[in-house]
């Protein structure tokens, strides 16, 4: 397909509330969305990458300045057949995964509009709803927490997962679970531990927890696969994870028994769908996890939730819980039952707010064919 232009906008979305993580806590999003336009349509694609490079090395201006300076051009210069052709068209520019997701994603968008199939369709999903968890932030004090957790618990939502550190672990868990005995319950450390607190980490499993993710360091494999040798509760990794390789050396290694899919970290759909697939083949399950996302990003993650293989509760929730006001009609919602229905009209299947995008843009640029000629 021929690209006509891109189109980059930053925006300003303030969270409904503060999320609080091991590595900080966000209050203001700074979110980078695309527009591709091609033979009068118009995809859409959302830059996960945070404010900070905290979760990543990449970071919102980061990303900007990859994709106005190397892969804006170089997508236009290329006319892809479809979204599965940006890896390679992508391949001279090392890492920066997230600014190539973006990008790449809006042209799976584009594809699916010109086929006239949703994105779950054109990826090969199998399901008609996913099934939705929610990741709750490191609060004030455990009451707070456990008030959380009951209003999410009441809205339907399938799984709790924990954000934990040293400090907010094994007692908040003693609490939840003296309340809860049965919830499907996970955490999320994003890295706040180390080797020596093994055994620290082994008191974890008296929670009957469904898995904790990263434990140890953002790029490691060979400590989680020691420490998973000394834990009963499965080891899930999310930063580990950078593209197909990597799953296959975790699983190799027995580094994790659980992978989380981003499709920011792992560089776009085509990424991904082998993550998944290298995944499945070697029996390991995967749910797809969220990044703070505008109702754009998570109109992907919702279609990449519909493979075979995500067969446990993601991070993919109402866009309520984020935003006052998301850039997409409908907004995302859930059930009662804790399930997000799955459009079966072309694309994302959920239109973009494009007066409310203006209202909220703060930087814009163009890259057009023209300028390239
Ligand atoms: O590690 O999964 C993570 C948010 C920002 C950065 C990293 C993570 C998260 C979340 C939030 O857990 C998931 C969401 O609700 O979008
Ligand atoms: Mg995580």
Not at 168 to 173: A, H, K, L, Q
Not at 241 to 246: E, L, S, T, V
Not at 314 to 343: C, L
């Given at each position: 397909?021929?690209?006509?232009?891109?189109?980059?906008?930053?925006?300003?979305?303030?969270?409904?509330?503060?999320?609080?993580t091991s590595?900080?806590?966000?209050?203001?999003?700074?979110?980078?969305?695309?527009?591709?336009?091609?033979?009068?349509?118009?995809?859409?694609?959302?830059?996960?990458?945070?404010?900070?490079?905290?979760?990543?090395?990449?970071?919102?201006?980061?990303?900007?300045?990859?994709?106005?300076?190397?892969?804006?051009?170089?997508?236009?210069?290329?006319?892809?057949?479809?979204?599965?052709?940006?890896?390679?068209?992508?391949?001279?520019?090392?890492?920066?995964?997230?600014?190539?997701?973006?990008?790449?994603?809006?042209?799976?968008?584009?594809?699916?509009?010109?086929?006239?199939?949703?994105?779950?369709?054109?990826?090969?999903?199998?399901?008609?709803?996913?099934?939705?968890g929610?990741s709750?932030?490191?609060?004030?004090?455990?009451?707070?927490?456990?008030?959380?957790?009951?209003?999410?618990?009441?809205?339907?939502?399938?799984r709790?997962k924990l954000k934990c550190k040293l400090?907010?672990d094994v007692?908040?868990f003693?609490?939840?679970?003296?309340?809860?005995?049965?919830?499907m319950l996970s955490c999320d450390a994003n890295s706040a531990y180390k080797l020596r607190d093994a055994d620290h980490l082994t008191s974890f499993d008296a929670f009957d927890l469904l898995m904790i993710e990263q434990p140890l360091w953002y790029d490691d494999f060979y400590y989680h696969s020691m420490l998973q040798k000394r834990l009963s509760t499965p080891i899930c990794l999310d930063e580990s994870i950078r593209?197909?390789?990597d799953t296959l050396a975790a699983i190799e290694m027995e580094s994790c028994k659980i992978i989380n899919i981003k499709?920011?970290r792992?560089?776009?759909?085509?990424?991904?769908?082998?993550v998944?697939?290298a995944a499945?083949?070697r029996g390991i399950p995967v749910w797809?996890g969220?990044?703070?996302?505008?109702?754009?990003?998570?109109?992907?993650?919702?279609?990449?939730?519909?493979?075979?293989?995500?067969t446990l509760p993601g991070d993919?929730?109402?866009?309520?819980?984020?935003?006052?006001?998301?850039?997409?009609?409908?907004?995302?919602?859930?059930?009662?039952?804790?399930?997000?229905?799955?459009?079966?009209?072309?694309?994302?299947?959920?239109?973009?707010?494009?007066?409310?995008?203006?209202?909220?843009?703060?930087?814009?640029?163009?890259?057009?064919?023209?300028?390239?000629?």
């Amino acid at each position: 397909m021929k690209i006509d232009g891109i189109i980059l906008r930053e925006l300003h979305l303030p969270l409904v509330k503060p999320f609080e993580t091991s590595f900080g806590v966000t209050r203001n999003r700074r979110i980078l969305v695309v527009e591709v336009r091609s033979e009068g349509l118009i995809g859409w694609g959302e830059c996960t990458a945070g404010e900070r490079p905290y979760f990543s090395s990449e970071s919102t201006d980061t990303a900007w300045q990859i994709i106005v300076n190397e892969l804006g051009p170089t997508l236009i210069n290329a006319t892809p057949e479809h979204g599965g052709k940006c890896p390679k068209i992508f391949r001279l520019v090392r890492g920066n995964p997230m600014a190539k997701a973006a990008l790449e994603n809006a042209v799976w968008d584009l594809e699916a509009q010109r086929e006239g199939v949703s994105l779950s369709q054109l990826i090969g999903g199998v399901r008609e709803s996913i099934a939705c968890g929610v990741s709750l932030g490191i609060q004030k004090s455990i009451p707070e927490l456990l008030e959380i957790i009951e209003k999410e618990l009441e809205a339907g939502y399938q799984r709790i997962k924990l954000k934990c550190k040293l400090g907010w672990d094994v007692e908040v868990f003693e609490q939840v679970r003296s309340r809860w005995p049965a919830i499907m319950l996970s955490c999320d450390a994003n890295s706040a531990y180390k080797l020596r607190d093994a055994d620290h980490l082994t008191s974890f499993d008296a929670f009957d927890l469904l898995m904790i993710e990263q434990p140890l360091w953002y790029d490691d494999f060979y400590y989680h696969s020691m420490l998973q040798k000394r834990l009963s509760t499965p080891i899930c990794l999310d930063e580990s994870i950078r593209n197909r390789r990597d799953t296959l050396a975790a699983i190799e290694m027995e580094s994790c028994k659980i992978i989380n899919i981003k499709l920011g970290r792992v560089g776009g759909f085509s990424e991904a769908i082998a993550v998944h697939n290298a995944a499945q083949e070697r029996g390991i399950p995967v749910w797809c996890g969220g990044m703070l996302e505008s109702g754009i990003g998570r109109s992907h993650n919702i279609a990449l939730s519909s493979l075979e293989n995500f067969t446990l509760p993601g991070d993919v929730s109402a866009s309520a819980r984020y935003w006052a006001e998301d850039i997409i009609e409908p907004e995302v919602e859930v059930t009662p039952a804790g399930e997000i229905i799955i459009p079966n009209t072309p694309g994302r299947g959920y239109a973009v707010r494009t007066e409310l995008i203006d209202r909220l843009t703060v930087r814009k640029e163009t890259i057009s064919a023209f300028a390239m000629a």
